[in-house]
């Protein structure tokens, strides 16, 4: 009898294992099929990127994207907005140093990737004068300001806006961000990001006076979605070894002093004043 109740219990001993080898993962498992392509897609440069300790000595190849802010619409003393501002206080250090503008009026990050108004992609144009200047032994910067004409676009154009578009648009915003800062990267550039102001608050947002068909409550909505837009490029900049430029903790697109007659841009002033916020995150990695 002993015999055969330990038999007996041999075998459930050997069934009960193999069942628990052999039981599917429970509900705290995450299904193969729920993990995107996006998120399953190797970064062209990986996630735990760092910064160069130092940019290599001598002049330096800057090229610099974006949209209006970026072109320097506003500027009435005619110097171009940031970048060639910006140039002046590289070169003091740096001589022979260049800079690409490759800002335009009205872009937002979809035109940035693949182009508009006839002309070819920002990204892919920078891309390529960045590898040149690295083959040639020199030290690369791009700096990256976009975003703005997203947030105009999305409520002046989008129809009828509910939090699912919200969250959708930036979804789509976010998965450009990491399509732009992963390429400029992976060229081997050090790269600067900047921070979206709050552009709900800009004059022309409050007077109603460029874009016309975002109401009140869009306005809302924009102001909340900036802040959602910046902690993406906080995120995307810290995971791909960007380094970021704060415009929302300021009031340059505020400021009546900053600010162009448009109520949008910056007058000369006003980029003068944002020519020192890039100069203060770019100066701490040059050496003469």
């Known amino acids: 009898m002993k015999k055969i109740i330990w038999i007996i219990s041999a075998v459930f001993l050997i069934l009960a294992c193999t069942l628990g080898e052999s039981a599917p993962l429970q509900a705290e498992d995450t299904p193969v099929e729920s993990i995107s392509a996006a998120e399953s897609a190797t970064p062209l440069v990986p996630?735990?990127?760092?910064?160069?300790?130092?940019?290599?000595?001598?002049?330096?190849?800057?090229?610099?994207?974006?949209?209006?802010?970026?072109?320097?619409?506003?500027?009435?003393?005619?110097?171009g907005g940031y970048p060639g501002r910006l140039l002046e206080q590289v070169n003091a250090v740096r001589p022979g140093s260049t800079m690409?503008?490759?800002?335009?009026s009205g872009w937002n990050s979809d035109a940035l990737i693949n182009g508009d108004q006839g002309l070819e992609s920002q990204l892919d144009r920078a891309i390529t004068e960045l590898q040149n200047a690295t083959a040639q032994g020199r030290g690369t910067v791009a700096l990256v300001w976009i975003g703005s004409n997203d947030l105009w676009y999305l409520y002046e154009y989008g129809g009828e806006i509910n939090d699912e578009g919200d969250v959708q648009d930036l979804a789509h915003f976010e998965a450009n961000m990491d399509l732009i800062l992963s390429r400029l990267r992976g060229s081997g550039a050090l790269v600067l990001v900047a921070l979206l102001d709050d552009q709900s608050q800009r004059p022309v947002a409050l007077k109603g006076e460029a874009f016309t068909a975002?109401?009140?409550?869009?306005?809302?909505?924009?102001?909340?979605?900036?802040?959602r837009y910046n902690e993406v490029i906080t995120a995307k900049a810290a995971q791909y070894g960007a380094l970021t430029v704060d415009f929302y903790n300021t009031d340059i697109f505020t400021n009546p002093a900053t600010l162009y007659d448009d109520g949008n841009h910056p007058n000369s002033a006003g980029y003068e004043a944002i020519t020192q916020k890039w100069w203060e995150i770019l100066s701490s990695s040059i050496n003469p």
């Open 47 to 79: 996630a735990e990127a760092t910064l160069p300790a130092a940019l290599p000595a001598g002049p330096l190849t800057l090229v610099a994207l974006g949209d209006s802010l970026t072109q320097g619409d506003g500027d009435d003393a005619g110097l």
């Open 100 to 104: 690409t503008n490759l800002g335009q």
């Open 214 to 227: 975002v109401t009140p409550d869009e306005l809302k909505r924009m102001s909340v979605q900036a802040t």
